[in-house]
């Protein structure tokens, strides 16, 4: 129950959600006999000095190496991966994205280029909670020409996002999909969890991902489509941490309530707003986290790959008391996330929807969508009275140990 205080969940650690020793890029998986018999070997010595800290992570990865290892028939391929690098490469890339991913995606004609402009420039990221994208291939022992790529965007907070994954025709429905998640997983040890979407409607897609360990963690209803929705499915790669506490919530403080523009704030005092309202939910929201908003955010122009943002800040008096930014997304679905109050103030909810729906005026939104740190249990209810549905539950997507809640509200609702 949505009312419930988030301290009473205690999640058990799942045999996919523990830590994984890390592997190099000249990792390789094959499905010989003899690998699979030499891997039982080194399970059978290694188990009697079960007490070592390292030989008991060793032990518990070992189940996933070996079911990596029946993937494939026998005779089949060495499977790594590497960073792309060549022209080659990026056409191909662009050419299995536009036949395969952009006919679920409206609104994305650029993204193939934007997503390879800002692998080759690793500091240029416009998103405030994106670090760094990177595009994989996978390759295997006997042919220089990828069978498949994925990108993976590095989050603040520890998570990293995979997606779009796409695979050569000749390779698809192969059941490689699998081992290829896998191993850019392990390229990433320090990663806290992984994640990705789909649409609901491709099913070899979920099936994948469920079989690497991945579950679904929301289903967004008619997100980037009338007719379809998207489905989010996630993986935490250390262990799970327990939940905070209901997040005390002050009562409404007296005064004028006021929402400004983002912009209009000085710098150290947007800094500073934004760093007192969500560090409790959100980690590494430092200057770069605000400065990325406030650059995209200088127009009222909206850049869908280079996402267009506002922030909205209320305040009673001279005391800020929530913070909401807005971005606009393909399809005409509006986010608003980041969305925290520090009171119980209806008035200050509805000012700062209106701001959030009144930023970008010649984008007229079909869908709403906000994260709501579930311990803010105040928040989720007037959300929930205003029509916003709950579409799922996000395990730790920005802090260790805070879930998120995602609740949707269509136009007309």
Partial sequence: MVG??????????????????????????SDSESSKKDSS???????????????QQLLEYAPRRLALLTQFPRGGPRLHVARLLHVSQVELFKELYNRYVKPSYPESDDYAAFVVA????????????TKKK???CLHDHRQFVPLGFTVVTEKRGGSIKFGPTVLIPE???RGIGSAFRLLVESMYPEARKAYNTLPDDNPAALGYVLKAGY???????????EEGGELVVGKLLK??????????????????????????????????????????????????????????SRTNAVELSGKSKRLCVAFRGHIPVGVLVATPKRGHALKC????????DTEAFEQLLRCAYSAFPTRISRKTYIHVPYNHTWLIREARSRAFVVEGLLREPYRPGVDMLVLGRHAGA
């Fill in 4 to 29: 419930a205080t988030a301290c009473d969940v205690r999640r058990q650690t799942s045999d996919d959600e523990r830590p994984r020793p890390p592997m190099n890029t000249s990792s390789q998986y």
């Fill in 41 to 55: 070997l080194r399970m059978q010595r290694v188990a009697t000095s079960a007490g070592n800290p390292a030989t």
């Fill in 118 to 129: 800002r692998h080759f420039a690793p500091g240029a990221a416009d998103g405030y909670f």
């Fill in 134 to 136: 990177t595009i994989w």
């Fill in 171 to 173: 390779r698809r429905g």
């Fill in 215 to 225: 579950r679904v963690e929301a289903h967004l209803a008619g997100q980037y489509r």
């Fill in 239 to 296: 262990p799970a941490t327990i939940p905070p506490c209901q997040a005390p919530v002050g009562q409404r403080i007296p005064g004028r309530l006021i929402v400004k523009d983002g912009n209009e704030l000085v710098a150290e005092t947007r800094w500073r707003i934004v760093g007192e309202l969500l560090r409790d939910s959100y980690d590494e929201v430092d200057s770069g986290f605000v400065d990325a908003i406030e650059r995209t």
């Fill in 337 to 344: 996330s980041p969305f925290v109050l520090a009171s119980t």
